[in-house]
């Protein structure tokens, strides 16, 4: 069973939405998740605008609950996509070896590669921002299911 990890920094925008959007995208033979690299929104539900754009294309992210990346998960995942470069490298600095950081790339990296674009925080860019970053992350996660399927 493949197992995929999403990390933003609170997982309460960013990496919920990539989480939902990815399963609703693979079968029932992956596994994917999501974190933070931050300690803010352990247990929390997602961001109401999160859960509201999942809402509207769909998805229902309501029942997920933020926690903090950890080095364990390198052992538990079989790939790890951070949405930005400050994360990244955030986990990264948590990688042990180099099988870890084999593990660890940009989402975006998927639809751009090596260009290393960042999926923009939307928490204070308003209700255009979750829609841009919902449409960002769909198209990545497509990209994603159609590498592993």
Do not use: W
Request: net charge negative.
């Amino acid at each position: 069973m493949t197992k995929i990890l999403m990390v933003c920094l609170g997982n309460i925008c960013r990496s919920p939405l990539a989480e939902g959007i990815l399963r609703e995208k693979l079968s029932d033979d992956f596994i994917v998740d999501s974190a933070g690299t931050s300690n803010y929104h352990i247990g929390a539900t997602p961001d109401i605008r999160s859960v509201a754009i999942a809402k509207t294309n769909g998805l229902d992210i309501s029942n997920l609950q933020g926690r903090q990346f950890k080095v364990e998960d390198f052992d538990a995942f079989d790939f790890i996509y951070a949405m930005d470069d400050s994360n990244f490298k955030n986990v990264i600095k948590l990688a042990r070896n180099d099988e870890d950081i084999a593990k660890v790339s940009m989402i975006l990296n998927e639809v751009y590669p090596n260009e290393n674009y960042s999926v923009p925080d939307p928490y204070y860019g308003g209700e255009d921002g979750f829609k841009n970053v919902y449409n960002m992350l769909d198209e990545a996660c497509t990209a994603i299911a159609n590498k592993l399927v």
